[in-house]
């Protein structure tokens, strides 16, 4: 599978799963709360390793760090920019009493905003993605150490 086709269908996935979360959440009431995006960054970590697990099943031999690293992000991007457009549509049309109920647990002397709080989640999402891409791929990157029975002194001066 061609590598862009990998991380549409994984950005997708995840993204999809990311709204779900969120309607989940939202049904018992608790979306307000940020302690439960959490979960989000749980959904994130789940499917960038799976996708980069995929990923360097299907390269083989031809598993390139840099074109991993650059899948994972475009994974982690799309599957952010489909939840941030969920989002904004959520907090926009289907339940404009969101933000004033999430904003009442903090504390702040500011009017913020659906796109302050918009661009916040999508600042999330891919930070999130980032940090996630830069520790996974310390988990998948070829080895360069030599294995015990590679290295001879008299070889190497």
Known sequence: MKTSALAIRFGIQIGTLLILYFL?????GIQTNPLYSLGNGIIMAIGLYSMLKQHKKEQGENFEYQNSFMTSLFTGGNATLIFVFFFAT????????????MLTHWSSHYHVGNGAVIGVAAIMGF???LVLTL???????PSWNLKKNDYTPSAHP
Request: net charge neutral; aromatic share 18%; glycine share 0%.
């Open 24 to 28: 989940a959440v939202s049904l018992i």
């Open 90 to 101: 959520y907090v926009t049309y289907i339940n404009p009493q969101f933000l004033p109920e």
């Open 127 to 129: 930070s999130t993605t």
């Open 135 to 141: 520790s996974f791929m310390q988990l998948f990157k």
